[in-house]
């Protein structure tokens, strides 16, 4: 099914593509909109009313929450690119970064006490533009090293990696997309795009990042929490990290990934702990992690 570009003041098509009479608000924080259908904002309004009246108000509670109820979910790759850049929502599905950006604009509403699918929207715009603000498609955050840079100084999340015991350190030019062009829709034919990318890409960037054999360590595993996002550090040449998604911690302390797998196909709980589902990846070799600032 085709997506469909709505502007502001245009009625929502459904899946179907039979006009509906809802009608989208808040020009003013939502310039641009696609959605999957207008299913979309009916589950959102859903998940939000499950959000409120679970009683739970701590983040990291939310997230897991939030995280559970979305089990299933088909993983789908590529879902905001387009001709040109829209704020794109799609609950229906999702990969691996819309997956925690869907956690956070869930979690952030509820904890402002908003239940509304614009609400949802206008945090999905906070989180994945630079500055909280879309543009074109260079005002995305295409890396996770910007991404959690322009999210903590805008009070939205806190990497906590630097904190865990056995920290360390890499250091990495961060300039995969400008020299893999072709991989990219937006790219392919834009040299002007292409410089616009570039001056966003970091250039010896020191990062910290946990080494995969550290994930069993007794300290570690007590330091991470339920509902903390975390990020696959990869060895791949101009890449900060390769996936992303949730840690969930079971009743024995160990740490589990909950994340949109593309090999599972769905929104899914591992069935190995962390540091035995990292070991059979020959790329990556450890994990960042981040948690939500309440």
Known sequence: MKHIILIITLFLLACTSQQTNQQVANAAVLPQMRFHCDGDTTLINQLLQKGSESGITD?????????????????????LEGDEEVLTINIHELDCLTFIESLYALTRATLQGRYSWR??????????????????????????SEWIIDNNVRGNLVEVTPDLPHVDYMVKNIDYMTHHTDSYRQLKDDSAMVEKIRRFELRNHRFPYLKRSWLNDKAVK???????????????????????????????????????SMSGGKVMLESKPMYKFLERSKTNIGVRVFRMMQ
């Open 59 to 79: 983040a990291n509670g939310l997230i897991e929450f939030y995280a559970r109820q979305l089990l299933g979910t088909p993983y789908v790759a590529h879902t």
């Open 119 to 144: 609400d949802y929207a206008a945090n999905i715009e906070n989180v994945r533009y630079r500055g909280g603000q879309m543009g074109d498609y260079s005002s995305r955050i295409h890396y996770i």
């Open 222 to 260: 007590s330091a991470l929490r339920s509902g903390d996002f975390v990020s696959l550090v990869t060895k791949i040449e101009g890449l900060d990290v390769s996936h992303n998604g949730i840690i969930i911690v079971d009743e024995k302390g160990d740490p589990y990934l909950l994340d949109a």
